[in-house]
């Protein structure tokens, strides 16, 4: 059937114009600024211009001093990883959080009305800025924040917690506040779909709750897994905001990076640099789909 | 053409009018596209430092030209000057961008000749040394050494005085390092304190490369390291030298946090997260008024000045080029430079701001005395009490005390390179 339709897409010209807006929306924002990163990366540069050309030396740059590992890791490796880092614990949590929102959402709420508010309730801290839901965190987990406050007069602690703030922990905990929605939102959906019946024909052959969870919801689940982890792994991968603001300057990003170059118009480096930064999501992605067929399972 | 009207109205009103302002309706009835036409909005790209609400009406007031203002940071100025030179007619940049912009030939040089307080502009300037005539330290790109260019559109600056300026200073400062008085209890007095390990944790200093990277070298020889010839020009080794000293003191864990936005700078002082840091005068201010003591610490060392002024696209032309000399003639005819000196920054051209000032406000702010009365800020916020002394004290011994300037280094790409390792490390 929906090979069917599609070849009477594909021979009826006339349904083309249907594809025009999108396709010139694409074209615009997407394809046009993407060819010119690609082309400007091989560009030559100097403090105040930028100059046609064809070399590689923005790349070369980039992985100087990357494969030989006397001084330790270069500067691009080390960023990668700090970069890594942050996505596979944002992920990781993000994913936890967001399955068992969605899990009590769908199987534990049986109004649908109550369903949906709750939902909605969900998508509260949405209405504000990300930069001032980031920054709310700061009063809270300073030096002389609210968290330590409490854990002083209770006694926890005698000198205040350090490591609340600008530190690894604070990064993690506010992309995760920032995109855990991300991960709720494909994964609802998903379970959503799941015939009941299914579930329940589980239970009458025997399995417990948590083999119906791991044999029955996860798979079935999978596309909305998939779905929310290429939103937050995708905008963890170039965040430099919140690693900013949060780390206290003091972590490297990859986004970081390609900020500072932009700021000293050092633009075919930054190019080069987004290039880069752009291949190993889309790697990364590619990876993942190979976990699964998406469009099967859609 | 009703040309009786014209000349009934043309004499009546002439009759009425004074002599100054007969041109005025001369144009206006006989050029009648002008009168459609809004009076002149200049297009202003700048920071936000230099250019309030209080700023653009007192202006309209006095010269009747409207200004149009497009607030961008300081980096943000300079790839708007290099890639879009014509969508603004009039930029206001610091000297330590020129490097970057003159070679690009997108401004022009200034007419000093058009500029009626060229004369009066302060020797800092000019000549690299204090109205009373003691030698400012020129590391770094010191106004003094790009002030000049061949010709209106030279692409290099000139080694002698010429007629034509790059930039029309505006405003300028000596920054230190800033301190919580109360939290420290001690006395502060060199750059070397910022990595001292008794402030382990609490110490911050700013991530944009060009300027952090000076406060670095201030405190790289204030601790007896190393003596930089020229710290606004390093070599790659000492690049490499200054870069490991403040890595390894990220590592130890020294800094609480760096800064890049001013306002982060003020949360990190007065929430007590830091209580030594990299900090802009205004941001001490910001921190006083909210009711806790900071200092703008001076230090044995010197201070690391930075300038800014008015610079001309080369794209302005005509009616909106005189414009333009007209308002920067205005700026420095007294009223601003009083606005920016109260707020503790320096202006151009002394003796004009002077007659804009109370003699107490002159002998706080620029020689040193103690207030006789309350301070106030431009918008009334109380600055200082009757008593206090402004930090540093006078125009001549902050601004005599300058060590270096901001600067442009040849190893700049370097220089951003290995700070973003120092940032990763």
């Known amino acids: 059937m929906s090979t069917l339709k599609t070849k009477t897409f594909i021979f009826q010209p006339k349904l083309w114009w249907l594809a025009v807006p999108f396709a010139s929306v694409f074209l615009a924002y997407f394809v046009v600024p993407l060819g010119l990163t690609i082309i400007v990366s091989f560009w030559d540069y100097t403090e105040y211009s930028i100059i046609p050309d064809f070399i590689f030396s923005n790349y070369s740059y980039i992985f100087e001093g990357c494969f030989s590992f006397e001084k330790g890791l270069c500067l691009t490796f080390k960023t990668y990883l700090s970069t890594f880092f942050f996505c596979f614990f944002t992920w990781a949590i993000t994913l936890l959080l967001g399955f068992c929102v969605a899990y009590f959402l769908v199987f534990y709420v049986n109004s649908i009305p109550l369903q949906i508010t709750l939902f909605l309730i969900c998508t509260i801290p949405f209405w504000t800025s990300n930069v001032i839901r980031m920054v709310a965190w700061i009063p809270l987990l300073g030096r002389n924040g609210l968290v330590n406050d409490l854990l002083l007069s209770m006694g926890i602690v005698r000198e205040p917690v350090e490591w609340l703030l600008y530190s690894n922990f604070s990064v993690i905990l506010a992309l995760v506040h920032l995109y855990t ?23 009458d052959a025997g399995a417990n709750q948590i083999q119906v969870i791991t044999n029955v919801i996860i798979p079935l689940c999978k596309p909305g897994i998939i779905i929310g982890s290429i939103f937050v792994i995708t905008v963890v991968m170039g965040d ?44 990364v992605i590619i990876m993942m789909t190979k976990l699964i067929d998406i469009r099967k399972e859609l | 053409m009703n040309s009786k009207g014209f000349s009934t109205i043309s004499r009546r009103k002439l009759l009425k009018l004074g002599a100054g302002t007969t041109a005025a ?26 250019m309030g609400d209080e700023v653009q009406k007192k202006l309209f007031e006095d010269t009747g030209l409207k200004v149009k203002f497009i607030a961008v940071t ?30 690009s030939g997108n401004i022009l040089g200034m007419d000093t000749k058009r500029i009626k307080e060229w004369d009066n502009v302060t020797s800092i300037f000019t000549k690299g040394v204090t109205p009373s005539g003691k030698k400012v330290g020129l590391q770094g790109t010191a106004p003094s050494k ?8 030279g692409k290099s600056f000139a080694k002698d005085v010429t007629q034509y300026a790059t930039l029309v200073p505006t405003i300028y400062n000596a920054d230190t390092l800033g301190i919580r008085p109360d939290l420290i209890g001690r006395p502060i007095n060199s750059w070397a304190e910022l990595l001292n390990p008794e402030f382990k944790g609490k110490a911050a200093t700013l991530n944009i490369p060009s ?48 800064w890049t936005d001013f306002n982060e700078s003020v949360n990190l002082m007065a929430s007590g997260e830091v209580v030594i840091q990299s900090m802009w005068s205004p941001a001490i201010t910001a921190v006083k008024s909210q009711g806790k003591a900071c200092i703008y610490q001076p230090l044995k060392e010197g201070y690391r000045a930075w300038a800014a002024g008015f610079a001309l696209p080369k794209t302005t032309k005509g ?46 702010w620029m020689e040193g005395k103690a207030a006789k009365d309350d301070i106030l800020s431009p918008t009334g916020a109380k600055l200082a009490s009757a008593g206090e002394k402004r930090d540093g004290g006078s125009y001549e011994d902050r601004m005599g005390g300058v060590a270096c300037w901001n600067a442009t280094m040849d190893e700049n790409k370097y220089m951003v390179r290995k700070w973003n390792e120092m940032v990763a490390s």
């Open chain 1, 181 to 203: 929605l991300f991960m709720i939102v494909p994964i609802f959906n998903s379970m959503l779909r799941i015939d009941k019946g299914v579930i329940e024909a589980a239970y």
């Open chain 1, 240 to 283: 430099f905001l919140t690693i900013g603001i949060m780390g206290g300057q003091q972590l490297a990003s990859v986004g970081k990076i390609i900020n500072t170059e932009m700021n000293y118009l050092q633009l075919p480096g930054a190019a080069a640099n987004s290039v880069i930064l752009l291949v190993i999501t889309i790697l």
């Open chain 2, 25 to 50: 309706t001369f144009t206006a009835l006989y050029a009648p596209s002008v009168i459609s036409s809004d009076p002149i909005t200049l297009r202003y790209l700048g920071t936000a430092v230099s």
């Open chain 2, 74 to 103: 300081t980096d943000e100025v300079t790839k708007r000057v290099l890639t879009q030179p014509n969508s603004f007619d009039l930029v206001d940049t610091e000297y330590f961008s020129l490097p970057k912009l003159v070679p």
């Open chain 2, 146 to 153: 790009v002030m000049y260019l061949e010709g209106s559109t």
């Open chain 2, 211 to 258: 300027i952090g990277i000076m406060d670095a070298a201030m405190v790289v020889e204030a601790m007896g390291e190393y003596t930089y010839p020229d710290k606004g020009n390093m070599t790659k080794a000492e690049i490499d030298l200054t870069m490991k000293i403040f890595t390894e003191a990220k590592k130890s864990g020294q800094f609480r946090a760096f």
């Open chain 2, 319 to 364: 009616k909106t080029a005189d414009a333009v000399y007209d308002f920067v003639n205005w700026y420095l005819s007294g009223w601003v430079g009083a606005y920016l000196n109260r707020q503790g920054y320096y202006s151009a051209v002394l003796p004009t701001a002077k007659k804009y000032m109370s003699e107490d406000e002159w002998g706080f």
